[in-house]
C-alpha cells in the first residue's frame, strides 16, 4: 500500500489546506512493527518490548532500567508513502543508555525507507532528532544533495553562501548539519516535507534543512537510482523519548513555495545617481578632481606645507627633484583614486630602483610603487605595482618608458580602537593598465624601506606623490570617497 501516491496531487488534492490522517491511533502499534537495529542475542525479548504505548504517547525505553546497556530498536510502518507531509511532536525522558550514556539523546525519523538493513538502521533518508541537532541530514545507505555554507560545515541556501554538495555511499552514513538550531525544552514539533525526491525538514515551525535528488542503491545494477518512496521509521537510539500526534496529509500548492520575490527586494535607500566621465579614465561628477592640467591648488608640500615644488608641464604635473613629496590639501579615509603616470627615458645604466622612480601614498604612509619595469629587473616587492616591501604585483602590466600608465586603486583604511590598537587592517585593489595586480590584499603596516612594518594609529590623512629624483609625469588625477 502506497498511501498519497498516485493522485496525491491530482486537482482535487492541491487545495491549500488538506485533511490531516493519523497514522499512530494513540492506543497500540497497529499499522507499525518493531525490529531491533542492534545486534542481540536469541533470548533477547521482541523488539516490541522497547516501546510501550501509553497516554496517546508512543514510549521508548519506558521500564528500562538508566544506565543499563539497552539495543537500539525502532518502529516501522506497515504502509508505503509519497508525496506528503508528516507531522510529529516528541520530546526527551530522563534516561540514557549505553553505548550513548555519555552522548547527547538521540533518536530520528526516518523516511524514505527501502531496504531493511539487519541489525542496523534501515536504508532511507533521515530527520535527525538529536539534543541541539534536531533536522540534521542522515543519508543512510542513501544519496542525497544540499547547500551548505562552506564556512560553518552547515546548510545554507546559495543566497547566503550555500554550495552545492552530494554525499552518500552504499552502506553508509552522510550527515548534513542543519542550518539553525530551533529545538526547545518539552515538547518539540518535527515536520518533513516529502515531494518525490526532495524534503525539507520544519524544527518548531523553522526550516532548517533542505534535501534534493535523494537517491537509493540499486544492487541489481550497482548503480543510484531516484528515491521517492517509502516506509516511514521512528528510532530509539539509546534516550528515553516520547512521540505522539503522528500524522500525514496530501502535499498543497503552498508546501514549502519559495518566499514572494518581493520580500527580497530592497528599495530604500536608493543610491545616489554618479554620472561617469565622458571618456575612460575621466572624472565621474561625483569625484574630487586633484589635477586637471591646470592648477596645483589641490597640493602643498609635504615636509613644509608651502605651496608645491612641482611644475606643470603642457598640462602634465612633473616631479621637482629636490624639492621633496607632495601631498594633498584635504585628508581621505577610504577611497577610489585614478592617476596617470608616465616615466622618462633615462640611460641603460639607470637600473633597478634608479629607474624612473616614484609612488602614490595612501593616507600618507601606504605605498604603491612607481618604477620603469618595462625592462628593468628588482626586487619584487619593490617592482611597479607593488605595495612596497610587503606585497609582489600579481603580474607585471607597465607600459615603455615615455608611454601613459594608468592605475586605479581602491583603498580601505585601517580601523583603529580608541586605545589605538588594530581593529582592521588597510586592504588594498589595484589595477595597472585595467589589469588586476593587487588583489584586495591586507597590509601589515605603513611601508617602510627598512624594518617591519606596523600599525600607528591615526585618523583620515592626505594623499602624497614621492620626489624620488626623477622627472616622473602625472596627469588626470582624481579621488573619490567611499
Known amino acids: 500500500m502506497c498511501l498519497f501516491a498516485g493522485t496525491a496531487?491530482?486537482?482535487?488534492?492541491?487545495?491549500?489546506?488538506?485533511?490531516?490522517?493519523?497514522?499512530?491511533?494513540?492506543?497500540?502499534?497497529?499499522?507499525?512493527?518493531?525490529?531491533?537495529?542492534?545486534?542481540?542475542?536469541?533470548?533477547?525479548?521482541?523488539?516490541?518490548s522497547i516501546f510501550e504505548v501509553k497516554n496517546g504517547e508512543i514510549h521508548a525505553y519506558p521500564t528500562h532500567v538508566a544506565g543499563t546497556p539497552q539495543p537500539f530498536a525502532y518502529v516501522v510502518t506497515d504502509a508505503d508513502f509519497k508525496d506528503y507531509v508528516i507531522s510529529l511532536e516528541y520530546k526527551w525522558g530522563n534516561k540514557k543508555f549505553p553505548p550513548r550514556l555519555h552522548e547527547v539523546r538521540d533518536a530520528g525519523l526516518l523516511y524514505h525507507v527501502y531496504r531493511v538493513r539487519p541489525s542496523d538502521w534501515p536504508a532511507s533518508a533521515e530527520a535527525q532528532i538529536q539534543e541541539g541537532d534536531t533536522g540534521d541530514s542522515w543519508a543512510i545507505s542513501t544519496q542525497a544533495s544540499s547547500f551548505v555554507d562552506p564556512k560553518t560545515g552547515r546548510y545554507a541556501l546559495p543566497e547566503n553562501g550555500g554550495v552545492p554538495i552530494t554525499g552518500g555511499?552504499?552502506?553508509?552514513?552522510h550527515r548534513t548539519r542543519h542550518g539553525r538550531v530551533n529545538e526547545r525544552p518539552g515538547w518539540n514539533t518535527l515536520e518533513v516535507i516529502v515531494h518525490g525526491d526532495r524534503a525539507t525538514h520544519v524544527v518548531n515551525?523553522?526550516?532548517?534543512?533542505?534535501?534534493?535528488?535523494?537517491?537509493?542503491?540499486?544492487?541489481?545494477?550497482?548503480?543510484?537510482?531516484?528515491?521517492?518512496?517509502?516506509?516511514?521509521?521512528?528510532?530509539?537510539?539509546?534516550?528515553?523519548?516520547?512521540?505522539?500526534?503522528?500524522?500525514?496529509?496530501?502535499?498543497?500548492?503552498?508546501?514549502?513555495?519559495?518566499?514572494?520575490?518581493?520580500?527580497?527586494?530592497?528599495?530604500?535607500?536608493?543610491?545616489?545617481?554618479?554620472?561617469?566621465?565622458?571618456?575612460?579614465?575621466?572624472?565621474?561628477?561625483?569625484?574630487?578632481?586633484?589635477?586637471?592640467?591646470?592648477?596645483?591648488?589641490?597640493?602643498?608640500?609635504?615636509?613644509?606645507?608651502?605651496?608645491?615644488?612641482?611644475?606643470?608641464?603642457?598640462?602634465?604635473?612633473?616631479?621637482?627633484?629636490?624639492?621633496?613629496?607632495?601631498?594633498?590639501?584635504?585628508?581621505?579615509?577610504?577611497?577610489?583614486?585614478?592617476?596617470?603616470?608616465?616615466?622618462?627615458?633615462?640611460?641603460?645604466?639607470?637600473?633597478?630602483?634608479?629607474?624612473?622612480?616614484?609612488?602614490?601614498?595612501?593616507?600618507?604612509?601606504?605605498?604603491?610603487?612607481?618604477?620603469?619595469?618595462?625592462?628593468?629587473?628588482?626586487?619584487?616587492?619593490?617592482?611597479?605595482?607593488?605595495?612596497?616591501?610587503?606585497?609582489?604585483p600579481l603580474v607585471n602590466a607597465t607600459w615603455p618608458a615615455e608611454n601613459w600608465n594608468t592605475y586605479d586603486i581602491i583603498y580601505a583604511a585601517p580601523r583603529f580602537a580608541a586605545d589605538g590598537s588594530l581593529i582592521s587592517p588597510a586592504r588594498l585593489t589595484v589595477l595597472l593598465n585595467g589589469v588586476l595586480v593587487q588583489n584586495n590584499s591586507a597590509l601589515k603596516g605603513g611601508t617602510t624601506y627598512i624594518g617591519t612594518p606596523s600599525y600607528r594609529a591615526h585618523a583620515e590623512m592626505p594623499l602624497r606623490l614621492q620626489d624620488h629624483g626623477h622627472l616622473v609625469r602625472y596627469r588626470n588625477i582624481w579621488v573619490r570617497k567611499l
Open 9 to 48: 496531487l491530482a486537482a482535487g488534492n492541491t487545495a491549500n489546506a488538506a485533511t490531516w490522517k493519523l497514522i499512530f491511533n494513540g492506543k497500540d502499534l497497529s499499522g507499525w512493527s518493531a525490529h531491533y537495529a542492534s545486534k542481540v542475542s536469541a533470548d533477547t525479548p521482541a523488539a516490541s
Open 169 to 173: 555511499e552504499n552502506e553508509g552514513y
Open 205 to 392: 515551525g523553522v526550516v532548517n534543512m533542505r534535501v534534493s535528488e535523494l537517491k537509493s542503491w540499486d544492487a541489481g545494477t550497482s548503480s543510484w537510482v531516484k528515491l521517492d518512496h517509502g516506509k516511514i521509521v521512528l528510532q530509539a537510539e539509546g534516550a528515553e523519548v516520547f512521540y505522539r500526534n503522528i500524522k500525514v496529509r496530501a502535499l498543497t500548492e503552498t508546501d514549502d513555495m519559495l518566499p514572494a520575490p518581493a520580500l527580497s527586494e530592497v528599495w530604500f535607500p536608493v543610491p545616489p545617481k554618479v554620472t561617469p566621465g565622458a571618456a575612460p579614465g575621466a572624472a565621474p561628477s561625483d569625484a574630487i578632481v586633484l589635477f586637471d592640467g591646470r592648477s596645483l591648488d589641490a597640493w602643498k608640500s609635504a615636509n613644509t606645507g608651502a605651496a608645491a615644488g612641482w611644475k606643470i608641464d603642457n598640462g602634465e604635473l612633473v616631479v621637482g627633484p629636490g624639492t621633496g613629496d607632495i601631498q594633498t590639501q584635504q585628508s581621505f579615509g577610504d577611497v577610489q583614486l585614478h592617476l596617470e603616470w608616465r616615466a622618462p627615458k633615462l640611460p641603460a645604466d639607470k637600473v633597478s630602483q634608479d629607474r624612473a622612480n616614484s609612488g602614490v601614498f595612501l593616507q600618507d604612509v601606504y605605498e604603491v610603487q612607481i618604477l620603469d619595469n618595462f625592462e628593468n629587473p628588482t626586487y619584487v616587492n619593490g617592482m611597479v605595482g607593488s605595495i612596497y616591501k610587503q606585497f609582489p
